[in-house]
């Protein structure tokens, strides 16, 4: 195996390179910037390009440690080839290719098909072995559009804006936040930010990704146009005495996992919306169609319906055990918390609404 799994992580022994390791590593080849993927203690990491801000301000005094490469450029470690390629799922975001004595794998890290304006879209690339994220890998997971949901977003706003109440859109700090920017009308009212959320928002500006004005909204400040305003925040905020600075509001969550009825309850937010940057089911199909892959390895999600909906159709396929998370549906401090107890509790009420 080009590729195998030990207990730091994705392993390539011939060049003793891992990718995505969460143990510390002599070289680490990342795929993105959320922490179930970069981890702080390697000697050295590999990053792509448009991920090179973002990863750097993640990991903090290791940042002099990254080093970066282009997307379809490669590079050689001990004669076997590496290149990155985008994966759509957040700023910088990459698949990993693996090639070596004719033999090609890719590993997903996490993706998305549906091409947004915050990233470089997927791109299909061939390989013989694909490992595949499958967070949503269940019938029931099918996207709306993204013009769709930013629409809803947008009519939530104005009404609440019309009536007088400040709009409290939560979504991860990196990566879904800055989607969520992208699609906002500043027509209706300002729009403000989380101190999180803002620091992340300047790293994509930097990267030349269009962003609209924002506010960061500080503690010491106030202003009586924030009754129009809509404020984009980490879930954090919403168990924390952050959001009464606002006064009258209603808040929303912004997540693949809304889709399902019991996660919607159990946030206990006015709406939610469904917006992902994972693949749903039927784009997890194509993208595997699409490597040509004769052998797929399924991890973190629903590895045993996808598993078993491969080897129906003749694929070599199997369940990988990793400590990837995906897309949480919790309350952590931040995205880097690794308690994925209530994304547990989401999946289970999928099940519920798959059956019924």
């Known amino acids: ?40 203690g390697h000697q050295r990491y590999l990053v792509s390009s448009q991920g090179l801000g973002v990863s750097r301000q993640r990991l903090g005094s290791y940042a002099d440690r990254v080093q970066s490469i282009g997307y379809g450029e490669t590079t050689t470690i001990n004669g ?18 693996v090639e070596h004595r004719g033999e090609v794998w890719v590993v997903s890290g996490d993706y998305k098909t549906d091409a947004d304006a915050t990233c470089a879209p ?14 949503f890998g269940l019938p029931v997971y099918r996207w709306p559009s993204q013009e769709t949901v930013f629409a809803q977003i947008n ?25 969520l920017l992208s699609g906002l009308d500043p027509s209706i009212g300002p729009i403000l930010t989380h101190g999180a959320v803002e620091t992340m928002t300047a790293l994509y500006r ?6 609209p004005a924002t506010t960061y909204a500080t503690v010491d400040k106030r ?26 509001s209603s808040a929303a969550f912004a997540s693949g996992w809304m889709l399902v009825r019991g996660a919607r309850r159990r946030r206990g937010v006015d709406r939610g919306f469904t917006l992902s940057d994972h693949v749903d089911w039927p784009q997890l ?46 309350t952590a401090v931040d995205d880097t918390n690794t308690d994925d107890t209530n994304a547990a509790a989401a999946k289970s009420d999928a099940v519920e609404d798959a059956a019924g």
């Open 223 to 248: 202003d009586p146009a924030w009754s129009r305003a809509i404020v984009v925040a980490p879930p954090s905020a919403d168990g924390s005495t952050w959001k009464r600075r606002f006064g009258k």
């Open 1 to 40: 195996m080009l590729l195998q799994l030990t207990d730091r992580g994705l392993w390539c022994e011939a060049a003793d390179a891992y990718i995505d390791p969460w143990k510390p590593v002599d070289r680490a080849v990342i795929t993105h910037a959320h922490a179930d993927h970069l981890r702080w």
């Open 155 to 179: 009519a939530w706003w104005r009404a609440n804006a019309d009536a007088g109440r400040a709009s409290l859109l939560y979504g991860y700090a990196l990566g879904k936040a800055q989607r």
């Open 122 to 135: 997927w791109e299909p690339v061939r390989c013989h072995t694909f490992i595949t994220e499958c967070t």
């Open 285 to 330: 199909q194509q993208a595997i169609s699409e490597t040509g892959a004769e052998r797929v390895w399924a991890t973190h999600g629903f590895t045993g319906p996808v598993v078993r909906w491969l080897r129906e159709r003749g694929y070599e396929a199997h369940a990988l055990e990793t400590r990837f998370e995906g897309e949480r549906d919790d």
């Open 206 to 211: 930097d990267a030349g990704i269009a962003m």
């Open 80 to 97: 076997v080839q590496f290149s990155l390629h985008p994966a759509g799922h957040i700023l910088g975001s990459a698949q990993v290719r």
